[in-house]
Every structure is written in C-alpha cells, then in structure tokens.
Nanobody, 125 residues
Framework: VQLQASGGGLVPAGGSLTLSCAIS????????MGWFRQAPGKEREWVGS????????YYGGSVKGRFSISKDKAKNTVNLQMNNLKPEDTAVYYC???????????????????WGQGTLVTVSS
C-alpha cells in the first residue's frame, strides 16, 4: 500500500486538528494502520493504531483521551483527530501500515512496513 498523510499546520495550544492518511493500493484483510510522530531531537513515538477491518483502536499513553483514530472505508482514509493540543504535541506525524499485529506489537515502528511522508504539526504556546 501507498500512504500519504496530510492536514498538518500551526494551531494554538488547546486547539484541535485532524490529520488524514490516504491509502492507495491493495489492503490486507488484517491491515493495521498506525500513527507515529517524531519531535525535533527525539525518537519516533507511537501515537495509536486501528485495525482496518476488525475495528479496534489503541493509543499511546501521552495522547489517550485527547486523540482519536477513525477510518473511512468509502474514502480509503484513516484520520487522526487531535484535541486539546499541547506544545509538546509538536512533531512530524506519520501514518504507517502493518499486517497482522497483536496489540502488544502495535507500538513498535519496526513492525510497520509502509510509511507515508509525514505532515508537520506545530502547536504554539
């Protein structure tokens, strides 16, 4: 699959933003779509994942309760709704695709074989 993330931008602290990941190509029946982010000078961090067919969403601790992942099969997109944004959410956000992941493996970027190009989110204080 090929992935393209979009929707990044500049937003004030406390604001909201929605990122979208357009998926092209054939998806696997056990496809897992993930969102990761990388802040300047830091390692890539798992944001959350969603099972493309079976449903089920999973989140990293730093975003739980503020971010939500959804899918739109008609548009072949996965969205990341980000609320109550904080300056520490500033990062390049990536969408990624994996196949047949158990929940405990979803936070490991090495398990994702396909990546989008990233979109920058900047949260001003």
């Amino acid at each position: 699959v090929q992935l393209q993330a979009s929707g990044g931008g500049l937003v004030p602290a406390g604001g909201s933003l929605t990122l979208s990941c357009a998926i092209s190509g054939r998806t696997d029946s056990d496809q897992v779509m993930g969102w990761f982010r990388q802040a300047p000078g830091k390692e890539r961090e798992w944001v959350g994942s969603i099972r493309w067919n079976a449903g089920g969403t999973y989140y990293g601790g730093s975003v739980k309760g503020r971010f939500s992942i959804s899918k739109d099969k008609a548009k072949n997109t996965v969205n990341l709704q980000m609320n109550n944004l904080k300056p520490e959410d500033t990062a390049v956000y990536y969408c990624a695709a994996a196949v047949r992941l158990i929940v405990s493996s979803m936070d490991n970027e090495r398990n994702y074989k396909n990546w989008g190009q990233g979109t920058l989110v900047t949260v001003s204080s």
